[in-house]
């Protein structure tokens, strides 16, 4: 376990995060329901707007649970004692990095490679 860090601090943010993104799951969901295209009932532009919310819904959808993902990863790594060392590497995460990402995985220099 890393010594440089506030593991506790860094913990609690990861939950709080967490249960932000589940908290807006639902209204999430509803806005990427299936839209009613209904002509008779609304006009083109109106339905091309519809679809183009609906399309925005589903990947924000999508990206929250990407991050929950790696919030849950990172808690679980807290658990295990493996947090803050790079996944690839196993070299220590910088503590500024995980400052800015508490659920970073990579370390700058192993992050950078993959770009």
Known sequence: MRKDLDIDALRERLRARLAELEAGHEARTEASRTVDLDQARTGRLTRMDALQQQAMAQESNRRAQLEKQRIRGAL?????????????????????????????????ECASDTD
Request: hydrophobic residues 25%; aromatic residues 6%.
């Open 76 to 108: 679980q790594r807290i658990e295990s004692g493996d947090y803050g060392y790079c996944v690839r590497c196993q070299e220590p995460i910088g503590a500024g990095r995980l400052e800015a990402d508490p659920s970073a995985t990579l370390c700058i």
